[in-house]
């Protein structure tokens, strides 16, 4: 069996450095609730790793079906509950791919690949909350 092992040492105040296999982050908490808004915020960082799963696969899709693209991004919207503790139950993930000769058939593939096939966290979200997709091509 694997593991991912990470090490989260606080820093002072509401700040924490936590370590990972690629590097080290700093999470922080917003002014209001008593952090100095240095760091990044814990749940927001959830839909991160969502993006940069996914994000990942479809990367690795693009290059083994030797697609044309430009550039892409992904675009992850999380919705709170409005009761404590609030956690995301309803998440919109949206890619964009862009370039001049897309294949939209085979981009939409790598997309539905990863989101039922390989990404992980895609698969830990959809036990939590409802996860939309989108896929938007922009013709450049």
């Known amino acids: 069996m694997s593991s991912h092992k990470i090490t989260t040492t606080w820093k002072g ?3 924490f450095e936590s370590t990972n296999p690629g ?3 700093t999470i922080d908490a917003a ?3 008593g952090g100095t808004n240095n760091g ?3 749940k927001a960082l959830m ?3 969502l993006a940069g799963c996914s994000g990942l696969d479809v ?3 693009i290059k083994k079906m030797r697609l044309e693209v430009t550039d892409f991004n992904i675009e992850t919207e ?3 509950t409005d009761t404590e503790p609030q956690v995301y139950d309803k998440v919109t993930v949206t890619y964009h791919f862009y370039g001049s000769n897309l294949n939209e058939e085979k981009l939409n593939r790598a997309v539905e690949l990863s989101v039922e096939k390989y990404c992980g966290v895609m698969h830990m ?3 939590f909350a409802e996860v939309k997709i989108d896929t938007v091509f922009h013709k450049v």
């Open 23 to 25: 590097g080290s982050l």
């Open 78 to 80: 999380g919705f709170l």
């Open 31 to 33: 002014e209001e609730v």
């Open 59 to 61: 990367a690795s899709l």
């Open 40 to 42: 990044l915020r814990p």
């Open 13 to 15: 105040n509401m700040q």
């Open 125 to 127: 979200f959809r036990s």
């Open 47 to 49: 839909l991160s790793a």
